[in-house]
């Protein structure tokens, strides 16, 4: 709220509302309690969830079977209320995504971090040999640098499946994590960032399930990966192995923001939201289960 309160409705089967485990689910909002500070961020992944504080500490709750929580190894599986993430009482955090088992920071001083579940590389920190000369990737408990951006003062982030993306100060898009044809086109996984040549000055990045949209400087909305449902917006449902640019005679103004979730995306152009994708992730149902097309909620 305006007021810097948190409300939480929905499934609660891991903690993830932060009301306890009494419920296992509510239709009414019910307010989480237990920040220090009024909340100025909060994020929601596949069964867990964070909030940022006016202080800059991070509070989490919910699912934490890959340490995705960041609250160390002797952390509970389930965490249902919301904790304090000491590990980070050494910087400030600005903002947060958060994907299916995974979470990323961005501190004040545009330093990313990132913890949780590391296969396919979506943590960005990169592949450890084994005993045996093979490629690994092991989950992080607590947060980490990523070091490969050390130096690059991010102002964005996003988290999908098994993929993660960013946006430094000078408009450039990063991504990490799964590289299939899925996603971004290519075969193999990108276990660190790099950078998306095909799309310069960026000021937006969201990542759904397995697709991935950016909005320029100039209010340009560009969309790859899986195009399951129509999710991409560019008509058709066939996969899109590089960015493409999303033309709609509905988008009367630049686009501003964009939001993916599994299957479906939203983006505001001037003072309207359009959906597309999944069919029933915008209130339509479709007999085939999908809008291909932006829509006007």
Known sequence: SEGGRVFATGLNDFGQLGIGSSMP???DPVEVSGFHEKVVQIS????????????????????????????????GKVVSTPRKVDYLA?????MTALGSEHSIVVTEDGEALSWGAAGAGRLGHGHKSSFLGFAMTSNEYTPRLIKNLDGIKIKRIAAG???SACIDEKGTVFMFGQKTEKVLGRS??????????????????ACGGYHTCAVTDRGDLYSWGSNENGCLGL????MVRFPEVVRSSLF????????CGWKHTAAISGED??????????????????????QLV
């Open 188 to 205: 193999n996984d990108a276990p660190r960032p790099s950078a998306v040549e095909e799309i310069q000055f960026s000021e937006e990045v």
């Open 90 to 94: 050494d910087v400030r955090v600005k």
């Open 44 to 75: 929601a992944g596949n069964h867990h969830s964070c909030a940022v504080t006016a202080d800059g500490e991070l509070f989490v709750w919910g699912k934490n079977s890959s340490g995705q929580l960041g609250l160390g190894k002797s952390a």
């Open 235 to 238: 008509g058709g449902t066939g």
């Open 161 to 163: 499946m098994l993929h």
């Open 25 to 27: 689910h509510t239709l």
């Open 273 to 294: 939201i359009y959906t597309w994708g999944w069919g029933g992730a915008n209130g339509t149902f479709f007999e085939e289960g999908h809008s291909s097309g932006g």
């Open 252 to 259: 009367k103004l630049p686009v501003s923001k964009v939001s």
